[in-house]
T-cell receptor
Framework: DQQVKQNSPSLSVQEGRISILNCDYT??????FLWYKKYPAEGPTFLIS?????DKNEDGRFTVFLNKSAKHLSLHIVPSQPGDSAVYFC??????????????FGKGTKLSVKP | DAGVIQSPRHEVTEMGQEVTLRCKPI?????LFWYRQTMMRGLELLIY????????DSGMPEDRFSAKMPNASFSTLKIQPSEPRDSAVYFC????????????FGEGSWLTVV
């Protein structure tokens, strides 16, 4: 059973517009959430994260929103650029026993930003 | 600083052969992860180590898969015997192991079993 779900396998957006990527989770023990970006033939790279004690984290054009009651988070990219075209993975983690838990990933959403 | 280094980058092998994937984590990182990416299942964790000790191997699909971390700077993922359904991209990742820190991925090993 998937604990982290990205229900949209793909998204197409016009350059300059906002891209919104969504992610849902089922495990209420998750306390840290991350977004990774992956280009073809490369490993995923960290983009932005948010702790469960916050509802928003912003870094330049990227903002992550967390709605704990709905177990939902989203990544907003504004304005979108063609170089943002990639697969975006949502990930979540629990921390237990004082050590870092592993990351549980969604299946990813392929974003295409058209010039 | 060098990132996570994986080898080989690409491997094509025949069914039944042994496959060994290698990983060198970022120096100073004490947690190491092996992930597998497929179209059907996305990125799934196979096993992770903390201070060279396997912590969770519940993601290892079968006894044909094994992983070792003999020291802080080296890990292997072995498949013996390999099967066509093992074809995937295998990623190694590492982190400092502290709460709130991200993990850093290597570029992956692309495995094709024919």
């Amino acid at each position: 059973d998937q604990q982290v779900k990205q229900n949209s396998p793909s998204l197409s957006v016009q350059e300059g517009r906002i891209s919104i990527l969504n992610c849902d989770y089922t495990n209420s023990m998750f306390d840290y959430f991350l977004w990774y970006k992956k280009y073809p033939a490369e490993g995923p790279t960290f983009l932005i994260s948010i702790s469960s004690i916050k509802d928003k984290n912003e870094d330049g054009r990227f903002t992550v929103f967390l709605n704990k009651s709905a177990k939902h988070l989203s990544l907003h990219i504004v304005p979108s650029q063609p170089g943002d075209s990639a697969v975006y993975f949502c990930a979540a983690r629990t921390v237990y026993g004082g050590s870092q838990g592993n990351l549980i990933f969604g299946k990813g959403t392929k974003l295409s930003v058209k010039p | 600083d060098a990132g996570v280094i994986q080898s080989p980058r690409h491997e094509v092998t025949e069914m039944g052969q042994e496959v060994t994937l290698r990983c060198k984590p970022i120096s100073g990182h004490n947690s190491l992860f092996w992930y597998r990416q497929t179209m059907m299942r996305g990125l799934e964790l196979l096993i992770y180590f903390n201070n060279n000790v396997p912590i969770d191997d519940s993601g290892m699909p079968e006894d044909r898969f094994s992983a070792k971390m003999p020291n802080a700077s080296f890990s292997t993922l072995k498949i013996q015997p390999s099967e066509p359904r093992d074809s995937a991209v295998y990623f190694c990742a590492s982190s400092t192991g502290n709460s709130g820190n991200t993990i850093y991925f290597g570029e992956g090993s692309w495995l094709t079993v024919v």
